[in-house]
T-cell receptor, first 115, second 114 residues
Framework: AQKVTQAQTEISVVEKEDVTLDCVYETRDTTYYLFWYKQPPSGELVFLIRRNSFDEQNEISGRYSWNFQKSTSSFNFTITASQVVDSAVYFC????????????FGTGTSLTVIP | EPEVTQTPSHQVTQMGQEVILRCVPISNHLYFYWYRQILGQKVEFLVSFYNNEISEKSEIFDDQFSVERPDGSNFTLKIRSTKLEDSAMYFCASQTGGEAGELFFGEGSRLTVL
């Protein structure tokens, strides 16, 4: 069974604070991909990152960074020096490679950055 | 930058009516998807489509739903007889190949069933 859990339903931070969004996944597949998508108030889904199960190297892109730890089945997302434009719902997703090609999304974390 | 486009952006319909949601995927992509998001909830997989046929579908995708790629560019989702619980945002997505490449989502079509 494939499952993605985002335990944080809503988070509020003050602008310029750092914030980490948690994602824990379950899969029996040994090869899979993990993703983060951003859904701003306008409703579209914006791709942020893809990570394959063999690459545990952390990634940094500007103020965004991701920490993939296979040992704890987690793929956490940190925003450094948050800005109001970061306010959105963030979804973590899992896609197994060999047992179908659908994406399994978490329930999302709604982030509000207060100016 | 190529993008997935969806029409209409919002449709209001009466229960029992048929609805067709349209999508134009990115032109060189091979895999196409429909996902649904009921307001405030997570994004749920409906169906995937490859090589002119359904490759995978979820339990949500029952006999009331169908998909079609009628002309090599459009990818449509038809709901035969809408129910109140079909009210949701419907996202079309496309993907270059099958190995879990990035899904490119359209902006969504909001369906409201009254």
């Amino acid at each position: 069974a494939q499952k993605v859990t985002q335990a944080q339903t809503e988070i509020s931070v003050v602008e310029k604070e750092d914030v980490t969004l948690d994602c824990v996944y379950e899969t029996r597949d040994t090869t899979y991909y993990l993703f983060w998508y951003k859904q701003p108030p306008s409703g579209e889904l914006v791709f942020l990152i893809r990570r394959n199960s063999f690459d545990e190297q952390n990634e940094i892109s500007g103020r965004y960074s991701w920490n993939f730890q296979k040992s704890t089945s987690s793929f956490n997302f940190t925003i450094t020096a948050s800005q109001v434009v970061d306010s959105a719902v963030y979804f973590c997703a899992l896609s197994p490679v060999f047992t179908g090609n659908q994406f399994y999304f978490g329930t999302g974390t709604s982030l509000t950055v207060i100016p | 930058e190529p993008e997935v486009t969806q029409t209409p952006s919002h449709q209001v319909t009466q229960m029992g009516q048929e609805v067709i949601l349209r999508c134009v995927p990115i032109s060189n992509h091979l895999y196409f998807y429909w996902y649904r998001q009921i307001l405030g909830q997570k994004v749920e997989f409906l169906v995937s489509f490859y090589n002119n046929e359904i490759s995978e579908k979820s339990e949500i995708f029952d006999d009331q739903f169908s998909v079609e790629r009628p002309d090599g560019s459009n990818f449509t989702l038809k709901i035969r007889s809408t129910k109140l619980e079909d009210s949701a945002m419907y996202f079309c997505a496309s993907q270059t190949g099958g190995e879990a490449g990035e899904l490119f989502f359209g902006e969504g079509s909001r369906l409201t069933v009254l």
